[in-house]
Nanobody
Framework: QVQLVESGGGLVQAGGSLRLSCAASGRTSSTYYMGWFRQAPGKEREFVTAISWSGMVLYADSVKGRFTASTNYAKNTVYLQMNSLKPEDTAVYYC??????????????????WGQGTQVTVSS
């Protein structure tokens, strides 16, 4: 089992920045990469980014150039730096990890472990 704990959400004005963190614990040796997803009220969960511990990254088109994922392997932690935030970025952000899969994926079904989520609210 892998446990994931997100932190860093909050309320910010449009154009502002936030940094999310996700700390992994437990059987992290089988976790080759981590992902971030988000879900806005009344909408389906959507992919934001996936990053491997070696630094390979995928981004959703909607966040390219504004969001940056990074890792700290020693701390088993991934980060999501979110700049130039827009009201449409408002959502609950979830950290997720696969179980043994080593190819970055944008599909939520490819992730076995999920954090509790952290709320990000961007006011206009």
């Amino acid at each position: 089992q892998v446990q994931l704990v997100e932190s860093g959400g909050g309320l910010v004005q449009a154009g502002g920045s936030l940094r999310l963190s996700c700390a992994a614990s437990g059987r992290t040796s089988s976790t080759y990469y981590m992902g971030w997803f988000r879900q806005a009220p009344g909408k389906e969960r959507e992919f934001v980014t996936a990053i491997s511990w070696s630094g390979m990254v995928l981004y959703a088109d909607s966040v390219k150039g504004r969001f940056t994922a990074s890792t700290n392997y020693a701390k088993n932690t991934v980060y999501l730096q979110m700049n130039s935030l827009k009201p449409e970025d408002t959502a609950v952000y979830y950290c997720a990890a696969p179980d043994g899969r080593d190819t970055l994926s944008t599909r939520g079904n490819d992730y076995s472990y999920w954090g509790q989520g952290t709320q990000v609210t961007v006011s206009s």
